[in-house]
T-cell receptor, first 118, second 109 residues
Framework: GAVVSQHPSRVICKSGTSVKIECRSL??????MFWYRQFPKQSLMLMAT?????????EQGVEKDKFLINHASLTLSTLTVTSAHPEDSSFYIC??????????????FGQGTRLTVV | QKEVEQNSGPLSVPEGAIASLNCTYS??????FFWYRQYSGKSPELIMF????GDKEDGRFTAQLNKASQYVSLLIRDSQPSDSATYLC?????????FGTGTRLTVIP
């Protein structure tokens, strides 16, 4: 099956610093990628939809100035958590859909990034 | 109203029994339906997808879709302890993939 690579898998950072997470589709092109956050024992929460070549669409309650998303190419989307705080500690997961983003195929998930802000 | 609703559980079944997981959705225009399994601390992995009304079987798993009633279910036959995980239902929207909150399943040896 298709592969989505997410990096890093774990990161610990100091409060106030920024962290960049990369999401790459290795063997397919993806016009649309999604970023999710998951707190312990809770479900995936969609943060934003990343569209190649245009601005990301953020879900209600997600600060776009804090969670910067850049979808620079058809195989790479990045999420930057700016001025991180301990409450940003979470499991961040990206997913990508092959092709033009028509929603008739499965989404492939990255391995996830465990962010801990100390 | 949430796009996708699932019973959060936990659902416990004895080993060898049938586990039944249910999901309802609000958008009648939804066309694609997915079941993902997520082990603790891991990313979701696709188990099955279904597009048409009726049943779709794959090994011990059967997905059932009823568009008129707007529900999709997943049956796991001969449940194994290794099936213990959180099961996420997902449906497609106009340009998005909506997940339910997930049902935690525990298979008791």
């Amino acid at each position: 099956g298709a592969v989505v690579s997410q990096h890093p898998s774990r990161v610990i950072c100091k409060s106030g610093t920024s962290v960049k997470i990369e999401c790459r589709s290795l063997d397919f092109q993806a016009t649309t990628m999604f970023w999710y956050r998951q707190f312990p024992k809770q479900s995936l929460m969609l943060m934003a939809t990343s569209n190649e070549g245009s601005k990301a669409t953020y879900e209600q309650g997600v600060e776009k100035d804090k969670f910067l998303i850049n979808h620079a190419s058809l195989t790479l989307s990045t999420l930057t958590v700016t001025s991180a705080h301990p409450e940003d500690s979470s499991f961040y997961i990206c997913s990508a859909i092959p092709g033009t983003g028509r929603m008739n195929t499965e989404a492939f998930f990255g391995q996830g990034t465990r962010l801990t802000v100390v | 109203q949430k796009e996708v609703e699932q019973n959060s559980g936990p659902l416990s079944v004895p080993e060898g029994a049938i586990a039944s997981l249910n999901c309802t959705y609000s958008d009648r225009g939804s066309q694609s339906f997915f079941w993902y399994r997520q082990y603790s601390g891991k990313s979701p992995e696709l188990i099955m997808f279904i597009y048409s009304n009726g049943d779709k079987e794959d090994g011990r798993f059967t997905a059932q879709l009823n568009k008129a009633s707007q529900y999709v279910s997943l049956l796991i036959r001969d449940s194994q302890p290794s099936d213990s995980a959180t099961y996420l239902c997902a449906i497609t929207g106009a340009n998005n993939l909506f997940f339910g909150t997930g049902t935690r399943l525990t298979v008791i040896p």
